[in-house]
C-alpha cells in the first residue's frame, strides 16, 4: 500500500447517468437531470442508461417492468438524446454493472453506507424489511458510473452524497490495490434552478415519484389542461414577487416556481424576479403555465408517437447496450486482473 494520493486520472472525459424505470417521469427529473443530458452528448462521449437493476430494490411488478423501461427510453429520445449520438441502454443488458458491484461492496465500509440519507428517509422507521439491495444501492450506482470511466454525471442536487460515495469507491479502490489514478474520481454536474424542484402543494418535500399527490408534481405525459390546471393549483402565498432573490428566502413555494420558470427557460431566476416583481400570482401563474406547456406538451406527445413503436425502442435499446458492453469490457477485465480473481 502507498500513502500516496492517487494519481490524477488521464482518460477521456466521459458522461453517464441513468434514471429508474419506477414510475411517471415528472418536472423534476426533466429539468434536474433529462435537460442537462441532452445538452452534453454533443460535449462529451456520453452514456444514459435506464436503471431497471435499482428499480428492484422496491417491490415492480415483473409483468409491467420491461414497459417501463421502453417509456424511460422514449422519454430519453423526446427530450432530445440522439442514438446515433449518446449509447442508450438498460442496465440490465451489462452485467458488468452488477460485477463490479460485487467488488465495490468489498470496497465501501458499512459506516459509509449507514450516512446515506436517501437509504434512512426511503427505508423510514422500519429499515430492517427493506432489500439488502436498497441499503447497497449506491454501491451498485457507483459501479455504474465507474465502469464506464466517467468523468461527469449529470443529477439533481438529491443525488450529491451517492456522488461523493462514488468518489470515496474510486480512490480507496485506487488506493488500496496501487492501481494510482486507475478510476477517475467523478464530478457531480448539479448546478442550476432545476437541480431541486419542489413538490407543488409542500415548498418543504422536493417533488417525487412516490408522492401519493398526482398534483404535487407534472408528469411528462400530463397534457396541456392538466399541466395548466396543476400550476392553478399549486400552493402559493399572498404576497406580492419582490425585486431581489434574498427576499424569497422565507417564501418555499414562490422560490420553488420561480425556479421552475428559469430552469424552462434557460433564464436565471434574478432574471425571472426582475421581470415579475410587484406582480402577484394570479399574474405569474398563467405565464408559467404557458411555458410549462410550451416545452412540456411536445415532450408528451412525441413519447406517446414512440411508445406506439416498441420494437423500434427495443431495437435502440439493444444497439445501445451492444455498445456500452465493448466499453465495459476491457474495464472489468482490468479489474478482474487488478484484484487478482482466478479469472482475471
Ligand atoms: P431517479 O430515477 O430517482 O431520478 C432521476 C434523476 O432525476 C433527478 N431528480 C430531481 N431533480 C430535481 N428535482 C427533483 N425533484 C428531482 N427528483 C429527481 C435525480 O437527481 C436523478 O438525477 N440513483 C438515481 C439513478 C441512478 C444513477 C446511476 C444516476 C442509478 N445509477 C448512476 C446517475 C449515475 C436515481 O434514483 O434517479
Same mark, same amino acid.
Given at each position: 500500500?502507498?500513502?500516496?494520493?492517487?494519481?490524477?486520472?488521464?482518460?477521456?472525459?466521459?458522461?453517464?447517468?441513468?434514471?429508474?424505470?419506477?414510475?411517471?417521469?415528472?418536472?423534476?427529473?426533466?429539468?434536474?437531470?433529462?435537460?442537462?443530458?441532452?445538452?452534453?452528448?454533443?460535449?462529451?462521449?456520453?452514456?444514459?442508461?435506464?436503471?431497471?437493476?435499482?428499480?428492484?430494490?422496491?417491490?415492480?411488478?415483473?409483468?409491467?417492468?420491461?414497459?417501463?423501461?421502453?417509456?424511460?427510453?422514449?422519454?430519453?429520445?423526446?427530450?432530445?438524446?440522439?442514438?446515433?449520438?449518446?449509447? &442508450?441502454?438498460?442496465?440490465?443488458?451489462?452485467?458488468?454493472?452488477?460485477?463490479?458491484?460485487?467488488?465495490?461492496?468489498?470496497?465501501?465500509?458499512?459506516?459509509?453506507?449507514?450516512?446515506?440519507?436517501?437509504?434512512?428517509?426511503?427505508?423510514?422507521?422500519?429499515?430492517?424489511?427493506?432489500?439488502?439491495?436498497?441499503?447497497?444501492?449506491?454501491?451498485?450506482?457507483?459501479?455504474?458510473?465507474?465502469?464506464?470511466?466517467?468523468?461527469?454525471?449529470?443529477?439533481?442536487?438529491?443525488?450529491?452524497?451517492?456522488?461523493?460515495?462514488?468518489?470515496?469507491?474510486?480512490?480507496?479502490?485506487?488506493?488500496?490495490?496501487?492501481?494510482?489514478?486507475?478510476?477517475?474520481?467523478?464530478?457531480?454536474?448539479?448546478?442550476?434552478?432545476?437541480?431541486? &424542484?419542489?413538490?407543488?402543494?409542500?415548498?418543504?418535500?422536493?417533488?417525487?415519484?412516490?408522492?401519493?399527490?398526482?398534483?404535487?408534481?407534472?408528469?411528462?405525459?400530463?397534457?396541456?389542461?392538466?399541466?395548466?390546471?396543476?400550476?392553478?393549483?399549486?400552493?402559493?402565498?399572498?404576497?406580492?414577487?419582490?425585486?431581489?432573490?434574498?427576499?424569497?428566502?422565507?417564501?418555499?413555494?414562490?422560490?420553488?416556481?420561480?425556479?421552475?420558470?428559469?430552469?424552462?427557460?434557460?433564464?436565471?431566476?434574478?432574471?425571472?424576479?426582475?421581470?415579475?416583481?410587484?406582480?402577484?400570482?394570479?399574474?405569474?401563474?398563467?405565464?408559467?403555465?404557458?411555458?410549462?406547456?410550451?416545452?412540456?406538451?411536445?415532450?408528451?406527445?412525441?413519447?406517446?408517437?414512440?411508445?406506439?413503436?416498441?420494437?423500434?425502442?427495443?431495437?435502440?435499446?439493444?444497439?445501445?447496450?451492444?455498445?456500452?458492453?465493448?466499453?465495459?469490457?476491457?474495464?472489468?477485465?482490468?479489474?478482474?486482473?487488478?484484484?487478482?480473481?482466478?479469472?482475471?
Amino acid at each position: 500500500m502507498t500513502d500516496q494520493a492517487p494519481a490524477p486520472y488521464v482518460g477521456k472525459p466521459r458522461v453517464l447517468s441513468g434514471v429508474q424505470p419506477s414510475g411517471d417521469l415528472h418536472l423534476g427529473n426533466y429539468l434536474g437531470a433529462l435537460v442537462k443530458f441532452a445538452r452534453l452528448q454533443h460535449e462529451m462521449q456520453t452514456f444514459i442508461f435506464v436503471a431497471d437493476l435499482h428499480a428492484i430494490t422496491a417491490w415492480q411488478d415483473p409483468a409491467k417492468l420491461k414497459n417501463q423501461v421502453r417509456e424511460i427510453a422514449a422519454a430519453y429520445l423526446a427530450t432530445g438524446l440522439d442514438p446515433k449520438v449518446a449509447t &442508450i441502454f438498460a442496465q440490465s443488458a451489462v452485467p458488468a454493472h452488477a460485477e463490479l458491484a460485487w467488488v465495490f461492496n468489498c470496497v465501501a465500509r458499512l459506516g459509509w453506507l449507514d450516512r446515506m440519507t436517501q437509504f434512512k428517509d426511503k427505508a423510514g422507521k422500519h429499515k430492517e424489511r427493506e432489500s439488502v439491495g436498497l441499503y447497497t444501492y449506491p454501491v451498485l450506482q457507483a459501479a455504474d458510473i465507474l465502469i464506464y470511466k466517467a468523468t461527469h454525471v449529470p443529477v439533481g442536487e438529491d443525488q450529491r452524497q451517492h456522488l461523493e460515495l462514488t468518489r470515496d469507491i474510486a480512490a480507496k479502490f485506487n488506493h488500496d490495490f496501487e492501481a494510482p489514478g486507475f478510476f477517475p474520481l467523478p464530478e457531480a454536474l448539479i448546478q442550476g434552478p432545476g437541480a431541486r &424542484i419542489m413538490s407543488l402543494r409542500d415548498g418543504a418535500v422536493k417533488m417525487s415519484k412516490s408522492d401519493p399527490s398526482d398534483n404535487s408534481r407534472i408528469n411528462l405525459t400530463d397534457d396541456a389542461d392538466t399541466i395548466s390546471q396543476k400550476i392553478r393549483k399549486a400552493r402559493t402565498d399572498a404576497d406580492v414577487l419582490p425585486e431581489k432573490l434574498e427576499d424569497l428566502a422565507d417564501r418555499a413555494e414562490a422560490q420553488n416556481l420561480i425556479g421552475v420558470y428559469a430552469a424552462l427557460a434557460g433564464r436565471t431566476p434574478q432574471d425571472v424576479l426582475t421581470e415579475f416583481a410587484g406582480q402577484g400570482f394570479g399574474a405569474f401563474k398563467p405565464k408559467l403555465a404557458d411555458l410549462a406547456v410550451s416545452v412540456m406538451g411536445p415532450i408528451g406527445g412525441e413519447m406517446r408517437r414512440l411508445l406506439s413503436d416498441p420494437a423500434e425502442i427495443d431495437r435502440i435499446l439493444g444497439a445501445g447496450a451492444e455498445r456500452a458492453r465493448e466499453v465495459a469490457a476491457p474495464t472489468l477485465a482490468e479489474v478482474k486482473r487488478i484484484v487478482g480473481y482466478w479469472a482475471g
